[in-house]
């Protein structure tokens, strides 16, 4: 393990997901302490983008932004909001010159799949509709999102494909969790990895499923046919239990005549970016960054 990150786990807090009020409120605070973003260069505005229900949403306006990326936060389906990702979107949006709309979408157990699936296309499909008001292009729109954030950046994607819903230009999934049936070499060895456990992959699952059994919008991996989907960029961390499926999915896509940057971050763990005292961890931020300024250039 990287000694940067490696100096931080044993202030890791041992959270699970089994008292999801619980699981949020650390995370909460968690995100509090990291340190605040420089949006001064930036427009930030809250709204609610129609849906059913309404969703919240907030926007990060770079000045002379060219393409916009609908943004979704991490947080195992079940933890997470807009103010817990403010300091990463607001970094996203700093970095990569994009407009970024950062989706407030519903959490399991509560609202259990599809629900923040429903939330995602939502907004998708407003920031398409609305690209002229934010100042973009409404053919250089990406998605993109952190662990369950990236699930459903996939989700979304697949689910565009087939409902021949609005242009996706790019998706970036970051240390993406796709399959719920744990079967991967990294899901069977890495239990008890810091942050991301086995019992947690397993209890965050759980809740978003929720009685439903799994089908390919819901994990991703379970998609039979991956040909059509946009151009993707998929980072994972080496001790993390979701990194095989991850890189799984990443190939497949390549066999189906996908455009596809894979990058293994040696040394990292679930989540280690947050650590922003970390030299790799300030280049895995500035990569997500720099990816999607090249995705969405000229």
Known sequence: MDPEPEAFVPLFPRSDLTDPLAARKSFAGL??????????GLEVEDRTVPGDPDVPVRIYRPHRAQG???????GGFVMGGLDTEHPWAARIAQASGAVVVSVGYRLAPEHPYPAALDDACAVLAWTADNAAGLGVDPQRIAVGGHSAGAALTAAVALRTRDEQGP?????????????????????RNFTD??????????????????SRPATPYAAPARAADL??????????????????EALGYGLRLLQSGVQVEL???PGTFHGSQAILSAEI??????????????????
């Open 263 to 265: 990058h293994q971050w």
């Open 281 to 298: 961890s300030q280049r895995q931020n500035a990569e997500l960054g720099a990816v999607l300024r090249r995705a969405l250039a000229d």
């Open 167 to 187: 242009a996706i230009r790019f998706q970036l999934l970051n240390q993406a969790g796709l399959d719920d049936r744990q079967e991967t070499w990294s899901q």
């Open 193 to 210: 990895t810091p942050w991301m456990t086995r019992d947690k992959v397993t209890a965050s699952w759980g809740h978003y499923l929720g």
């Open 31 to 40: 995100a509090a302490a990291v340190p605040a973003p420089d949006t001064s």
């Open 227 to 244: 040909s059509g989907l946009p151009p993707a960029y998929i980072a994972t961390a080496e001790f993390d239990p979701n990194r095989d």
């Open 68 to 74: 916009a990326v609908v943004w979704l936060h991490g």
